[in-house]
């Protein structure tokens, strides 16, 4: 009998296991280089309003935010900021993100991280049955249910797009 190749445990992973999470895993193809949010979606088979990537921003030396946004939209940095209760808000370098985080671009998932970030959520996540967000690498999708996310990041719904 052939043994299924074994998909190895991110962080992500691991924090649902913990947490008594359901959940399905989606792998896709990376060497043709896109690992975009609309590409993923396309490789996974499924809408592009259900994908959301994680995006990291700071209000300044120590504040780190969390913004889930689907794929196929824009962070409006204006309502990212309003939500983070500051006057400005701007992404995180990229150099900086590996070290806050755990995860590198394009395989950042909110769950998981080192630390537990302020976590917002498009509101729009709040009119899904599930939702897929990053496994905490590139070419890995977790597939839960928006309250799994919430509950697991403390998230906050906030319309941010």
């Known amino acids: 009998m052939a043994k299924s190749p074994k998909i190895s445990k991110t962080n992500a ?59 196929a939209q824009e962070l409006n940095l204006k309502a990212a900021a309003k939500a983070a209760g500051a006057k400005k808000i701007e992404m995180l370098p990229v150099k900086d993100l ?3 985080t755990g995860y590198v671009r394009g395989g950042c998932s909110p769950l998981g991280m080192k630390k537990l970030f302020p976590t917002f959520i498009d509101d729009s996540a709040k009119e899904l049955n599930t939702m897929i967000v990053s496994a905490g690498k590139i070419g890995m999708q977790i597939h ?14 906030v319309a941010l797009t």
């Open 13 to 71: 992973v691991r924090f649902l296991d913990q947490q008594n999470v359901t959940y399905q895993l989606f792998e896709y193809e990376v060497t043709d280089g896109k690992i975009d949010g609309v590409s993923v979606a396309q490789k996974i088979g499924q809408p592009v309003e259900k994908v959301f990537k994680t995006l990291v921003a700071t209000t300044g030396p120590g504040k780190v935010f969390v913004f889930l946004v689907p794929v």
């Open 98 to 100: 590996l070290g806050l």
């Open 144 to 157: 839960l249910k928006p309250r799994d996310l919430v509950a697991c990041t403390l998230g906050t719904y």
